[in-house]
Nanobody
Framework: HVQLVESGGGSVQVGGSLRLSCVAS????????MGWFRQVPDREREGVAG???????VYTNAVKDRFTISRGGNTDTLYLTMTGLTPEDTAMYYC?????????????????????????WGQGTQVTVS
């Protein structure tokens, strides 16, 4: 069972950039589809980006061309590099691990952040854009 801890959130001005990190322990993230998600109060959690074990990536339309998901080279760390931030990006950001050795869901399901697709979650890191 993989444990996940996010960091790197904070306050940033409109148009600014941030890089979020997610450190895994208990297992290697190379065995999982890994994803980044976000949630604002009173709204459903939504998928942002996913990365397969082979490094291929998928993004939801809201962040495509602005956000980049990546894995650390030799570390069990997942990153989300965010550029061109807008107030609409303000949210709690979470990383999550999918089911062992299963491919990432297609974007439409990634966006729904279903626990059946991503059973392991971190505690989140807050991003505020103003």
């Amino acid at each position: 069972h993989v444990q996940l801890v996010e960091s790197g959130g904070g306050s940033v001005q409109v148009g600014g950039s941030l890089r979020l990190s997610c450190v895994a322990s208990g297992d290697t993230i190379g065995r999982y589809c890994m994803g980044w998600f976000r949630q604002v109060p009173d709204r459903e959690r939504e998928g942002v980006a996913g990365i397969e074990s082979d490094g291929s990536t998928v993004y939801t339309n809201a962040v495509k061309d602005r956000f980049t998901i990546s894995r650390g080279g030799n570390t069990d760390t997942l990153y989300l590099t965010m550029t061109g931030l807008t107030p609409e990006d303000t949210a709690m950001y979470y990383c999550a691990a999918g089911v062992t050795n299963r491919a990432c869901p297609p974007p439409a399901l990634l966006a729904r952040a279903r626990p059946v697709d991503f059973p392991s979650w971190g505690q989140g890191t807050q991003v505020t854009v103003s």
